[in-house]
Nanobody
Framework: QVQVVESGGGLVQPGGSLRLSCVAS????????MGWFRQAPGKEREFVAA????????MYAEFAKGRFTVSRDNAKNTAYLQMNSLKPEDTAVYYC????????????????WGQGTQITVSS
């Protein structure tokens, strides 16, 4: 099972930007799709974005379209989530995970979850 570690979270003002990174423990991550999810207090974990093993296919939740960009660099065993125009409702713990599916928005298709990184959007 591939292990991943997220980083890049923090406190940002509304309208600001952050880039999250997800570093995998092994080069075999290049065989996996990588997905981003988030969980706000009192809410269920929800899909944010995903990228296929090659980086050629991406998928976004409706709230992420036009504001977030998912990408990966297999040479660095790393996936990224660039988040722009952040809103207070984006406040959550953001998680990265890997999937053997080509690409998926379903949490059940993912394993190798990281510990998450907190993002707080507030003035």
């Amino acid at each position: 099972q591939v292990q991943v570690v997220e980083s890049g979270g923090g406190l940002v003002q509304p309208g600001g930007s952050l880039r999250l990174s997800c570093v995998a423990s092994t080069r075999t991550v290049s065989r996996y799709a990588m997905g981003w999810f988030r969980q706000a207090p009192g809410k269920e974990r929800e899909f944010v974005a995903a990228v296929s093993w090659s980086g050629g296919t991406t998928m976004y939740a409706e709230f992420a379209k036009g504001r977030f960009t998912v990408s990966r660099d297999n040479a660095k065993n790393t996936a990224y989530l660039q988040m722009n125009s952040l809103k207070p409702e984006d406040t959550a713990v953001y998680y990265c995970a890997t999937s053997l599916a080509v690409i998926s928005r379903a949490p059940a298709e993912y394993n190798g979850w990281g510990q998450g990184t907190q993002i707080t959007v507030s003035s």
